[in-house]
């Protein structure tokens, strides 16, 4: 089932998604969730409350930099899964990045992590 959260119901139906917009028209039998607006963006915590009055008590993020620091900023992740591969690659994007993190006593620890190798990968699940 997908769910589109969005403080702006209008451009979430005129933007849809690239990914929806492959499908067609009459095919999307998802949900528009329209929650408060803070500070330009939508609110997590009104998003959070709002799944959680549709039973979803589970989330996966994959989100860009901005999203990912996001819920991350507002204390909202409680594992993290991440990739780690053996290539370089110069200049791509940052996953995470203006936390806002400036000394060690504010740094965000993890209680547990594991390892897991898949194919070349390494896979980090941390939990906060």
């Known amino acids: 089932k997908t769910i589109v959260i969005t403080w ?6 005129d933007e849809l998604d690239p990914m929806l917009q492959l499908m067609q ?10 929650v408060d607006k803070l500070n330009g963006h ?3 915590f009104h998003a959070m409350k709002a799944l959680g009055s549709e039973g979803i008590t ?3 993020v ?4 901005t999203l990912s620091t996001s819920f991350l900023k507002a204390g909202l992740v409680d594992q993290i899964e991440l990739f780690i591969s053996p290539k ?6 940052r996953s995470i990045a203006g936390l806002g993190i ?27």
Do not use: C, H, P, Q
């Open 25 to 34: 028209s009459n095919y999307f039998r998802g949900k528009v969730l329209t």
């Open 88 to 93: 370089i690659l110069g200049g791509g994007a």
């Open 58 to 60: 589970s989330l996966l």
């Open 102 to 128: 400036d000394r060690m006593d504010e740094i965000l620890t993890f209680r547990s992590v594991s390892w897991t190798r898949i194919g070349e990968d390494m896979l980090l699940t941390a939990k906060f």
């Open 42 to 44: 939508t609110d997590l």
């Open 62 to 65: 994959e989100g860009g930099t």
């Open 8 to 13: 702006n119901k209008e451009k979430a139906s």
